[in-house]
């Protein structure tokens, strides 16, 4: 089983690409929860909820008060979305 891929903050910014400081202020909100909290390393989901984020505001136009409810709403799906897909396999 190979390890998943970690980025650095710097990484992760390069690769969205946005500022460090986005980032940072994402895991301070408790948007994202990172990987790796301990030496703030992100994987895949991490960046793509960081994506996610970043197509709300630029996109939809979301402001930071309405982030944590779209968010928060979306993972409620994906829940469901999880235990349907169980129930359906067995």
């Given at each position: 089983m190979s390890e998943r891929k970690l980025?650095?903050?710097?990484?992760?910014?390069?690769?969205?690409?946005?500022?460090?400081?986005?980032?940072?202020?994402?895991?301070?909100?408790?948007?994202?929860?990172?990987?790796?909290?301990?030496?703030?390393?992100?994987?895949?989901?991490?960046?793509?909820?960081?994506?996610?984020?970043?197509?709300?505001?630029?996109?939809?136009?979301?402001?930071?008060?309405?982030?944590?409810?779209?968010?928060?709403?979306?993972?409620?799906?994906?829940?469901?979305?999880?235990?349907?897909?169980?129930?359906?396999?067995?």
């Open positions: 980025y650095v903050i710097r990484e992760a910014a390069d690769l969205l690409p946005v500022e460090e400081a986005f980032i940072i202020q994402c895991v301070e909100a408790d948007w994202v929860h990172p990987a790796d909290p301990r030496r703030l390393a992100l994987d895949e989901a991490d960046i793509a909820r960081l994506r996610l984020i970043l197509d709300l505001k630029n996109i939809f136009g979301a402001n930071d008060e309405s982030i944590p409810l779209i968010l928060h709403l979306m993972d409620q799906l994906h829940t469901l979305h999880d235990r349907l897909s169980e129930r359906a396999a067995a």
